[in-house]
T-cell receptor
Framework: KAGVTQTPRYLIKTRGQQVTLSCSPISGHRSVSWYQQTPGQGLQFLFE???????NKGNFPGRFSGRQFSNSRSEMNVSTLELGDSALYLC???????????FGQGTRLTVV | KNEVEQSPQNLTAQEGEFITINCSYSVGISALHWLQQHPGGGIVSLFM???GKKKHGRLIATINIQEKHSSLHITASHPRDSAVYIC????????????FGKGTKLTVNP
């Protein structure tokens, strides 16, 4: 059974650009959550999707958005990139609430 | 104050030593995760606990819901256990929102 797949693994973007990251959950998992990890703030929750609906959103500006498709794949988008958006972005999938979460390898975004 | 506090922040041990990492939290939870992150970023979920104790190989995780405290133990530690160990709580209410501790960086020397 394939794990959680995130693409791309590495990305370099310029300030002001936008970026789209992709997450394919484990087959059968309908819940996908996104997290940002930076050296200063550690891991922080971005948002969570279940059956194409955003159920929860963390404390991030509106430049951060996401969506989930009918096949449970999810994308997150960051517009008007800032240097501080440089981070490791992780997604995790699970069967649902209170079930074990499985993490992808992450996408390392560098904004220059 | 962070909702999840881990201690210690850094831990250096000799191969074979018994390791304990602690996690305290201040809110109601539906479950607690222990995660392992190796250099390079990938995170592996080691345990998900809502009560009692779980064991997997040399790893043992315990949780005391009344005291809002969990511990991760590693017996007979090995250099390959060197990683960052992160405690994360799943808040009550049916969501998947995880709140993370800052992590404990473990280095096991041969």
């Amino acid at each position: 059974k394939a794990g959680v797949t995130q693409t791309p693994r590495y990305l370099i973007k310029t300030r002001g650009q936008q970026v789209t990251l992709s997450c394919s959950p484990i087959s059968g998992h309908r819940s996908v959550s996104w997290y940002q990890q930076t050296p200063g703030q550690g891991l922080q929750f971005l948002f969570e999707y279940f059956s194409e609906t955003q159920r929860n959103k963390g404390n991030f500006p509106g430049r951060f958005s996401g969506r989930q498709f009918s096949n449970s794949r999810s994308e997150m988008n960051v517009s008007t990139l800032e240097l501080g958006d440089s981070a490791l972005y992780l997604c995790a999938s699970s069967l649902g609430p209170d079930r074990s979460a499985f993490f992808g390898q992450g996408t390392r975004l560098t904004v220059v | 104050k962070n909702e999840v506090e881990q201690s210690p922040q850094n831990l250096t041990a000799q191969e074979g030593e018994f390791i304990t990492i602690n996690c305290s939290y201040s809110v109601g939870i539906s479950a607690l995760h222990w995660l392992q992150q190796h250099p390079g970023g990938g995170i592996v979920s080691l345990f998900m606990l809502s009560s009692g104790k779980k064991k997997h190989g040399r790893l043992i995780a315990t949780i005391n819901i009344q005291e809002k405290h969990s511990s991760l133990h590693i017996t007979a530690s090995h250099p390959r256990d060197s990683a960052v160990y992160i405690c994360a709580i799943l808040l009550q209410g049916g969501s998947e929102k995880l709140v993370f501790g800052k992590g404990t960086k473990l280095t096991v020397n041969p």
